[in-house]
């Protein structure tokens, strides 16, 4: 984990390390009348996150990314104590596409009466697909992104496909607590084997990482086949899991199709039903979706009550 006394300093970028250089930073950036853009991020910075930068650019003057490894989304025996880091390199990065605000707090800055008693509950939709391995990791989710909404009142905050289930729990959360943020959802960034891009594809060994693109390739097959006219989910779900599991290499925790908006399983596919899943590689979990009948680049996602509302 980041090491929070780590001084960077890289020219034209405000790194805030604490609560008050933060509200400080703010209260300057409203004298001026400017819109800001949150992109929350847990740091090691790849193109998927900068695709995030630029599409917050296009909706506000300013851009504040956040980096923090939140504890709360990870559960016992997850990868926290190993979750890769690069302060520096991330800053760079983040300047490079335009950011001039980055907020990188210690957990004691987040946190500091200690990991917070009242937590954000996602209710049934988080209790599936991803929720089913991994119970604490919406309600973890979650909870830091209200506060962090609460600490930096964006005006638009943007949050990656690749994390579907996550991208649509916080829609949700912004309308079941009528929080004023417009959420939007960036597309999905791929290596160019598609493989989806992770911080956690660092974890994988030359051998695995080989492996791992076939996860994307079949997914890419089911969504042929659905074009083909194979509709019936449990088809397009067991053609996936059967050719992953012949592969050999990799584990597959579940492959579903389901409705866009309600994470309900379908038993029909139709355009724009994702076929999301969560793989394991040695001890490296990846997940991975696919929208039926939509390109990649198009997050199709509806928009958020408050664009609906502008
Ligand atoms: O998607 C992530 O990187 C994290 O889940 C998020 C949204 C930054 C919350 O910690």
Redesign the pocket.
């Known amino acids: 984990m980041s090491d929070p006394s780590e001084s960077v300093r890289v020219e034209g970028v405000h790194l805030l390390r604490d609560r008050v250089a933060l509200q400080e930073a703010l209260a300057e950036l409203r004298e001026r009348g400017d819109s800001l853009a949150l992109v929350?991020?847990?740091g090691y910075l790849h193109e998927g996150h900068l695709s995030l930068v630029d599409q917050a650019h296009g909706s506000a003057d300013t851009v504040l990314l956040?980096i923090?490894?939140?504890p709360l989304?990870f559960g016992e025996g997850e990868d926290l104590e190993h979750y890769p880091t690069d302060l520096e390199g991330d800053v760079r990065k983040a300047r490079a596409r335009g950011v001039t605000h980055i907020f990188a707090p210690p957990v004691s800055e987040m946190y500091p009466d200690g990991p917070p008693v009242i937590r954000v509950d996602p209710g049934p939709m988080g209790k599936r697909l991803c929720g089913i391995s991994r119970p604490h990791h919406f309600p973890?989710?979650l909870t830091?992104?209200a506060r962090?909404f609460a600490l930096i009142r964006p005006d638009v905050a943007v949050?990656?496909r690749k994390?579907y289930q996550?991208a649509v729990l916080?829609r949700q959360m912004v309308r079941d607590l009528a929080l004023d943020v417009d959420v939007q959802v960036g597309p999905l960034v791929r290596e160019h084997d598609g493989l989806a891009l992770s911080s956690r594809n660092v974890y994988l060994s030359p051998i695995q990482r080989e492996v791992a693109p076939r996860f994307q390739a079949e997914l890419a097959r089911a969504a042929s086949d659905f074009l083909g006219g194979m509709t019936e989910a449990r088809h397009l779900v067991s053609g996936v899991r059967d050719r992953l599991e012949r592969g050999g290499g990799m584990r597959v925790e579940y492959i579903e199709v389901v409705h866009p908006e309600t994470l309900l399983p379908m038993e029909t596919a139709r355009v724009g039903a994702v076929l999301a899943g969560a793989v394991h590689i040695g001890s490296t979990r990846l997940i991975d979706n696919v929208l039926l009948g939509v390109r990649d680049e198009d997050p199709r996602l509806p928009p958020s009550d408050r664009s609906r509302r502008a």
Do not use: E, K
Request: aromatic fraction near 12%; hydrophobic fraction near 50%; charge should be negative.
């Open positions: 929350p991020t847990m956040t923090f490894v939140n989304q973890g989710v830091v992104v962090l949050f990656g994390d996550q916080i």
